[in-house]
């Protein structure tokens, strides 16, 4: 298994950003595996109005959508999904 990562990106340059969560953090491992029991975050969508980040998590055809903090990489499971497989939002 390989860890998902949460990182930056500069919307006018694409370029990473280098210790967006502090000094030295250049990234945040998303752990979702201990919240639903699945691997894999597929994708990722944020709330236009209140910035909530939305995600895909999956593992061999179970779906779940969770929440993700965008300040630490927790996981909140949402719920599962009735779609197998889904791989956007």
Request: proline share 2%.
């Amino acid at each position: 298994m390989q860890d998902d990562l949460l990182f930056q990106i500069d919307p006018t340059t694409g370029a990473f950003i280098p210790d967006a969560f502090g000094a030295g953090v250049d990234y945040l491992v998303i752990d979702a595996t201990a919240v639903t029991g699945l691997e894999d975050i597929d994708d990722l969508a944020i709330d236009a109005i209140d910035g909530t980040m939305y995600a895909i998590n999956n593992q061999s055809g179970a779906d779940w959508l969770v929440t993700i903090d965008k300040t630490d990489g927790s996981v909140t499971a949402i719920g599962s999904l009735a779609q197998d497989d889904m791989e956007g939002l």
